[in-house]
């Protein structure tokens, strides 16, 4: 639908208090072109951060000279790769602050304890403890998935608008890791209406067939992460779940309150 005559451009991000304008719109655009799925137009930027265009091909000119930006053959522009250095190092960092709080979920559940982060498209995992029981999941820190068959993408995607949530799908297609893979837009998003109302995720045997998982998001993290807890379906029952949801979610505050402490946020 057009917008009406009425209606006005979104206004550019006022500058904090002691901020530099011109860093602050930098970071924001870039922030623009990962939530976009990593790759945007100038008109794109221009109407989604409100800044004029001028002003954003001078910004976006700075950051491919340095590497953060690139120009692809089509005039778009894309997320470069200087940004992955700057990913990797913050991510093992963020992977070493939870260390001790998936350490209480594995202590107080006796299962292995997860984080992950959307990175672009995908769900990767940044850090685990692993349950003590010789019949345990392992899920290797590094590794890349899509969001729509695990219990950590769906606590990750529940408050993204649902038209972001359908372009991403798009981007990766639904396969089908088992039977039980929701493979469909539709299902997904009321997969994802299921997390708002309860509070918390699960992946029922949907990556992987006697495998279940539990996820929460943690509250005001400085990036979208989650926490989970995961092992064998007979163990990670519908009655434990009842435990170990108050649990997550307890956890999932205090990280916050430590990514807070950390000046991370």
């Not at 304008?21 to 870039?30: G, V």
């Not at 995992?125 to 969001?147: D, K």
């Not at 990556?207 to 926490?227: F, K, M, N």
């Not at 995961?230 to 108050?246: F, H, I, M, W």
Request: net charge negative; aromatic share 4%; glycine share 10%.
């Amino acid at each position: 639908m057009p917008p009406s005559a009425d209606a006005k451009p979104p206004e550019p991000p006022a500058p904090s208090a002691g901020g530099v304008q011109s860093l602050e719109r930098a970071f924001d655009l870039l922030e623009r072109m990962a939530d976009a799925g990593g790759e945007v137009g100038l008109s794109e930027l221009s109407g989604s951060s409100g800044l004029p265009l001028p002003t954003i091909h001078r910004l976006m000119r700075t950051l491919v000279a340095c590497g953060y930006v690139r120009q692809q053959p089509n005039r778009r522009y894309a997320l470069g790769p200087r940004l992955i250095r700057l990913g990797e190092s913050s991510a093992r960092l963020l992977g070493t602050w939870a260390r001790p709080a998936l350490s209480r979920l594995v202590e107080e559940s006796g299962e292995t304890a997860n984080m992950a982060l959307l990175d672009g498209d995908e769900v990767v995992y940044v850090a685990q403890v692993p349950s003590r029981h010789s019949m345990r999941m392992f899920t290797e820190v590094g590794r890349r998935v899509l969001p729509h068959a695990t219990g950590v993408g769906k606590a990750l995607l529940a408050h993204k608008p649902a038209q972001e949530v359908r372009a991403l799908l798009g981007r990766t297609g639904m396969p089908a890791t088992t039977e039980r893979t929701i493979t469909t837009a539709d299902g997904f998003l009321d997969a994802l209406e299921d997390v708002r109302a309860s509070g918390y995720a699960t992946d029922d045997n949907e990556q992987e067939i006697g495998v279940r998982c539990i996820a929460v998001s943690v509250p005001d993290s400085p990036t979208l992460a989650a926490i989970s807890i995961s092992g064998p379906a007979g163990r990670v029952t519908e009655a434990a779940t009842d435990k170990l949801v108050p649990l997550l979610h307890e956890v999932a505050r205090d990280l916050s309150a430590t990514l807070a402490a950390t000046g991370t946020t």
